[in-house]
């Protein structure tokens, strides 16, 4: 397998935000720029009952949301933009879950000059995929006292609705600048405009590996994609029965599965999501890690080039190819071995894989359901117990024994090897488990080489 260094950059418009191997930048003032999208700023992995919950946090908005591709066809006329009003933002996009495109227009075909013409009315709007509409009229003339660099905060207001209706309001989270000079109107006969698009991340992947040892991303699967951009398309839905079936489970995720939805706030304010991995089997190592996508965006919906950002290096020879310091897989991923509670019935304890079988595994032969250390578990064990294995003579071929003081483990491992470490040969081995109590439980282990 070739190694490689698993970060892949959308063009012009991904996402920037800080990853669990480097610290996040920030800048005042944002432009169209190359975007990386890396992974949430922490997560963790824990179980609860039979299931494995992973949980994160996504990356600060500071630095997940900017400001993206521009238009300025329509803005300049015959001008160049050295002689036209420049727009600046400060800022970042903090509200809203897809990206959005936003129109500024002029309200006639007059020519103005910032910064000497009385009056410069203009009107600010964006629409979204459910036809809805949201508007802010200014005023950047002087009669308005508007100063040339002043900023004008992005909040926008809902129109067209039916009377007595209450509109929403979107806090995009930043501002405008308009500089002095020309809006010139020249250019195709009609009101000056300037179209530009707020971006943020799509959504996340949870990857999921299994094995003794930390697993490269080219090992791992997407176990789920939870896109805020497809929750969107559903999220003015009133009630489940009335959303698509391949969107109900997203829906659900952040509507009324759970109270609250997703994401929630920690005591500390800061909002994470979860998701909970049920297709999980008790003794078996997993590996997680969760990343953003993005597929990118370009004045409106039409281009689609979903993208990871699985962020590490496989092999330190490839340090250096990508720039910046050589990452270790294994500090991108969390490793959580799935356990059993301990046990109170001790008559419940029961072998797997019995038969034990050598030359499988549970990746080539999923029936004999070979662990990858080649172990033989013992499941429901006490918090305190004893284990001798013996042959169907009566020698003594291993013993050990289990503690697990909370009862959050009732999991024993067996190396299938004897008391002197060799490999034990194929036959029929009797085992003994007796608990602190003193209640004792016996059993058989076929062994087949």
């Given at each position: 397998m070739i190694s490689i260094r698993w970060v892949r950059i959308l063009l012009l418009f991904v996402v920037l935000a800080a990853g669990l191997s480097g610290s996040a930048r920030?800048?005042?003032?944002?432009?169209?720029?190359?975007?990386?999208?890396?992974?949430?700023d922490s997560f963790y992995v824990e179980r609860r009952g039979s299931d494995i919950v992973i949980g994160w946090y996504p990356p600060p908005d500071s630095t997940g949301k900017v400001i993206g591709s521009r238009d300025y066809t329509n803005w300049y006329g015959e001008h160049t933009s050295g002689d036209g009003v420049e727009i600046s933002f400060s800022g970042y996009y903090s509200n809203g879950l897809v990206d959005r495109q936003i129109l500024l227009e002029k309200y006639d075909r007059d020519t103005y000059e910032v910064g000497v013409s009385s009056s410069i009315p203009m009107r600010i709007s964006s629409g979204d995929m459910f036809d809805r509409t949201y508007e802010k009229i200014i005023n950047i003339g002087t009669d308005s006292c508007y100063t040339p660099g002043d900023p004008v905060p992005m909040t926008l207001v809902q129109i067209g609705l039916p009377p007595g209706e209450e509109p929403d309001s979107l806090e995009f989270?930043?501002?405008?600048?308009?500089?002095?000079?020309?809006?010139?109107?020249s250019q195709y006969g009609g009101p000056a405009s300037f179209l530009f698009d707020v971006q943020?991340?799509?959504?996340?992947?949870v990857w999921r590996g299994s094995g003794v040892s930390p697993s490269y991303p080219s090992d791992q699967q997407v176990i789920i994609e939870i896109s805020k951009e497809d929750y969107f398309k559903v999220s003015a839905i009133d009630v489940i029965e009335d959303v698509p079936l391949k969107w109900k489970w997203l829906w659900e995720y952040f509507n009324d599965n759970i109270e609250p939805a997703w994401p929630r706030q920690d005591n500390q304010g800061r909002w994470y999501f979860e998701w909970v991995d049920g297709n999980v089997y008790p003794g078996i190592t997993y590996h997680y890690n969760v990343t953003t996508f993005d597929?990118?965006?370009?004045?409106?919906?039409?281009?689609?080039?979903?993208?990871?950002?699985?962020?590490?290096?496989?092999?330190?020879s490839c340090y250096g190819t990508s720039?910046?310091?050589?990452?270790?897989?294994?500090?991108?991923?969390?490793?959580?071995?799935?356990?059993?509670?301990?046990?109170?019935?001790?008559?419940?304890?029961?072998?797997?894989?019995?038969?034990?079988?050598?030359?499988?595994?549970?990746?080539?032969?999923?029936?004999?359901?070979?662990?990858?250390?080649?172990?033989?578990?013992?499941?429901?064990?006490?918090?305190?117990?004893?284990?001798?294995?013996?042959?169907?003579?009566?020698?003594?071929v291993w013993q050990g024994a289990h503690s697990n003081a909370d009862g959050s483990d009732g999991i024993l491992s067996w190396d299938v090897r004897n008391k002197n470490g060799r490999d034990v040969g194929s036959g029929v081995y009797i085992f003994r488990v007796e608990a602190a109590n003193g209640e004792d439980v016996y059993g058989r282990i076929v062994v087949i080489r």
């Amino acid at each position: 397998m070739i190694s490689i260094r698993w970060v892949r950059i959308l063009l012009l418009f991904v996402v920037l935000a800080a990853g669990l191997s480097g610290s996040a930048r920030a800048q005042s003032e944002i432009d169209t720029m190359v975007l990386v999208p890396q992974a949430p700023d922490s997560f963790y992995v824990e179980r609860r009952g039979s299931d494995i919950v992973i949980g994160w946090y996504p990356p600060p908005d500071s630095t997940g949301k900017v400001i993206g591709s521009r238009d300025y066809t329509n803005w300049y006329g015959e001008h160049t933009s050295g002689d036209g009003v420049e727009i600046s933002f400060s800022g970042y996009y903090s509200n809203g879950l897809v990206d959005r495109q936003i129109l500024l227009e002029k309200y006639d075909r007059d020519t103005y000059e910032v910064g000497v013409s009385s009056s410069i009315p203009m009107r600010i709007s964006s629409g979204d995929m459910f036809d809805r509409t949201y508007e802010k009229i200014i005023n950047i003339g002087t009669d308005s006292c508007y100063t040339p660099g002043d900023p004008v905060p992005m909040t926008l207001v809902q129109i067209g609705l039916p009377p007595g209706e209450e509109p929403d309001s979107l806090e995009f989270g930043f501002n405008i600048h308009f500089s002095t000079g020309l809006i010139d109107t020249s250019q195709y006969g009609g009101p000056a405009s300037f179209l530009f698009d707020v971006q943020d991340f799509e959504g996340f992947h949870v990857w999921r590996g299994s094995g003794v040892s930390p697993s490269y991303p080219s090992d791992q699967q997407v176990i789920i994609e939870i896109s805020k951009e497809d929750y969107f398309k559903v999220s003015a839905i009133d009630v489940i029965e009335d959303v698509p079936l391949k969107w109900k489970w997203l829906w659900e995720y952040f509507n009324d599965n759970i109270e609250p939805a997703w994401p929630r706030q920690d005591n500390q304010g800061r909002w994470y999501f979860e998701w909970v991995d049920g297709n999980v089997y008790p003794g078996i190592t997993y590996h997680y890690n969760v990343t953003t996508f993005d597929r990118g965006y370009f004045k409106g919906f039409n281009i689609h080039n979903k993208l990871d950002n699985f962020v590490c290096d496989e092999d330190s020879s490839c340090y250096g190819t990508s720039g910046g310091d050589y990452v270790h897989c294994d500090s991108m991923v969390i490793s959580f071995e799935m356990t059993v509670d301990a046990g109170s019935d001790i008559k419940r304890i029961y072998v797997v894989p019995n038969p034990y079988r050598t030359g499988t595994s549970e990746e080539t032969t999923p029936y004999y359901h070979n662990y990858s250390d080649r172990t033989i578990r013992f499941f429901n064990m006490p918090r305190e117990a004893q284990i001798k294995i013996y042959t169907v003579s009566g020698d003594l071929v291993w013993q050990g024994a289990h503690s697990n003081a909370d009862g959050s483990d009732g999991i024993l491992s067996w190396d299938v090897r004897n008391k002197n470490g060799r490999d034990v040969g194929s036959g029929v081995y009797i085992f003994r488990v007796e608990a602190a109590n003193g209640e004792d439980v016996y059993g058989r282990i076929v062994v087949i080489r």
